[in-house]
């Protein structure tokens, strides 16, 4: 299995201000994957992260509002871009993680807490 | 749009009971995991099951995926406090890249 860490653990930020979330793995992956969970809620894909290329978004996430990215194959961050209340969440980082094996696997880190006022 | 719908939303049981969750989809996935999520926490990995009708036990934890890979289900038996937390599946889908999209969750308090 995959270990992984999240920086912060949680931040309480003012609106209009930016906050850059660090992923970093124990282990040399390929794809990494940001997820958002809002209070109360399951997990939302922002982005898939690949190592030297840029990172792809799912629907209703864009990149000027969270830039990735990927410099090596064990780190990745996402910065929350002029936040607003609406942006307070749990985000969290995965790794995938089959090693060749017929199936999939995914480890999460720890998550991000953030509190936007 | 791939959507995982998970049932009951939430569930409150007295130790020692059994509890069955489901997590259902129009969709096929290539495989399909469940996570146990607690407060302050990341999801953790319980199992990942790949071939259709595929049934998987882990300890109490009974798992299998339907026969056209488009569901699955989770039974505990003899539920314990332990067992308290988010349940969520989540189900990979795609070519050569996979992605994975969450189910709805279930949340389960066991009482003592």
């Known amino acids: 299995s995959a270990v992984i860490s999240q920086k912060p653990s949680r931040d309480i930020c003012q609106r209009g201000t930016s906050l850059t979330i660090q992923c970093q793995v124990d282990?040399?992956?390929?794809?990494m994957f940001w997820y958002r969970q809002q209070p109360g809620q399951s997990l939302t894909l922002i982005a898939t992260?690949?190592?030297?290329?840029?990172?792809?978004?799912e629907s209703g996430f864009v990149i000027d509002k969270f830039p990735i990215s990927r410099p090596n194959l064990t780190f990745s961050t996402l910065t929350v871009s002029n936040m607003s209340p609406e942006d307070s969440s749990i985000y969290l980082c995965?790794?995938?993680?089959?090693?060749?094996?017929?199936?999939?696997?995914?480890?999460f880190g720890p998550g991000t807490r953030l509190l936007v006022l | 749009t791939q959507l995982l719908e998970q049932s009951p939303q939430f569930l409150s049981i007295q130790e020692g009971e059994n509890l069955t969750v489901y997590c259902n989809s129009s969709?096929?996935?290539?495989?399909l995991q469940w996570y146990r999520q607690e407060p302050g926490e990341g999801p953790v990995l319980l199992v990942t099951v790949v071939t259709g009708g595929e049934v998987k036990k882990l300890k109490r934890l009974t798992f299998q995926f339907g026969d056209a890979r488009k569901d699955s289900s989770l039974h505990i038996t003899a539920a314990q406090p332990g067992d308290t937390g988010l349940y969520l599946c989540a189900g990979a889908w795609g070519t050569g890249t996979y992605k994975y999209i969450f189910g709805t969750g279930t949340r389960l308090k066991v009482l003592a």
């Open positions: 995965s790794v995938d993680w089959d090693r060749g094996l017929p199936q999939e696997t995914q480890y």
């Open positions: 282990s040399q992956v390929t794809m």
């Open positions: 992260a690949n190592q030297g290329s840029e990172a792809t978004y």
């Open positions: 969709s096929v996935f290539s495989s």
